[in-house]
C-alpha cells in the first residue's frame, strides 16, 4: 500500500512556517510498519494544487492532503480538488451539522454565511467531524484510490488523522533495522554495503555527520533474519578493520 502526503501552504513552501504534520504522519505510520511513498508541498495555487493531487494519485493507493479548508481567499483546497476530480461541491446536511456542532462547541457566534461556505463537500465524499477546530475534512473515494483531506492547522490535523485516517489504514509488513555509529568515511564502506545489499537482499542507507556528529550512521534495513545475518557480518568486518563502532538501539 502506497501512501503519500500532499501539503498545501504557501506558508510552507516560503519557509514562513515550518510543518510538523509530515513529521507526525510519518511517526503514525511506523506504529504500523508503513511507510510514505512520496510527499509534496504546494503552494496555494489552483494549478498546483491539481498538479501534485494527480502526480500523487498516480503512484499513489491512498492521498492525504494538509491545509487549506479555512474561509479565507487562500483556502482553495475544497474547490482546487472539487475541479481536479471534476465532481461538483455540494450542499451536504452532514457537514453543515458538524459545523454548526464545532461552532457551539468553542462558543462562536453562528455566521450564516461562513455556516454556508463550510457545508459544501465534493461530491460522492463522506466528511469527517472536525472535533477540534471548525472546518471539516473529507474521504473520497475515486477509481479505487483513497483521498483524506484535512486541515493544515497542526492540532486539528493530529485530531483528524489519529481518529479517523490512522484506524482506516491496514497494518503492513514489519520492517526490522539495525543502526551503527561508525569512525569511519562513507567512501571507506561503498564496496561493502553494496556487497550486503546483493548478499543478504537487504537495503542499506548513510547518514554522514552533520550538525556537529563525529560519527557516520550506517542502517541495515530489513527482515529479521537477514538484518541480523547483515549485521553480523558487518560488525566482523569493523572489527577486523580495528574501527570503532557502536550500536545504537532502535
Request: aromatic content about 8%; hydrophobic content about 40%.
Amino acid at each position: 500500500m502506497k501512501i503519500s502526503l500532499l501539503l498545501i501552504g504557501d506558508e510552507i513552501i516560503r519557509g514562513e512556517r515550518e510543518d510538523t504534520n509530515a513529521h507526525f504522519v510519518i511517526s503514525m505510520l511506523k506504529r504500523k510498519h508503513l511507510y510514505l511513498s512520496k510527499l509534496l508541498i504546494v503552494g496555494d495555487d489552483e494549478n498546483s494544487i491539481k498538479e501534485g493531487l494527480l502526480f500523487l494519485l498516480n503512484c499513489s493507493d491512498i492521498v492525504i492532503t494538509s491545509g487549506g479548508l479555512g474561509l479565507t481567499p487562500d483556502d482553495i483546497t475544497r474547490l482546487s480538488i472539487s475541479k481536479t476530480l471534476k465532481k461538483p461541491l455540494i450542499k451536504d446536511k452532514k457537514t453543515q451539522d458538524y459545523v454548526l456542532k464545532s461552532l457551539k462547541r468553542i462558543g462562536r457566534k453562528i455566521d450564516q454565511n461562513h455556516l454556508n461556505r463550510l457545508s459544501y463537500l465534493i461530491e460522492g465524499a463522506m466528511p469527517i467531524e472536525n472535533r477540534v477546530g471548525v472546518a471539516p475534512g473529507m474521504h473520497i473515494m475515486v477509481n479505487n484510490k483513497q483521498i483524506f483531506v484535512l486541515p493544515g492547522v497542526p492540532i486539528e490535523f493530529q485530531d483528524m488523522y489519529t481518529y479517523f485516517v490512522f484506524p482506516f489504514l491496514k497494518s503492513g509488513r514489519e520492517i526490522f533495522e539495525k543502526t551503527f555509529l561508525v569512525k569511519l568515511k562513507e567512501a571507506d564502506l561503498v564496496d561493502l554495503l553494496e556487497l550486503i545489499e546483493k548478499k543478504y537482499l537487504i537495503k542499506t542507507a548513510s547518514y554522514p555527520p552533520v550538525l556537529g556528529d563525529k560519527l557516520l550512521k550506517i542502517k541495515l534495513i530489513g527482515d529479521k533474519d537477514a538484518v541480523y545475518k547483515a549485521s553480523e557480518y558487518f560488525k566482523t568486518f569493523l572489527k577486523n578493520r580495528k574501527t570503532d563502532f557502536r550500536e545504537e538501539i532502535n
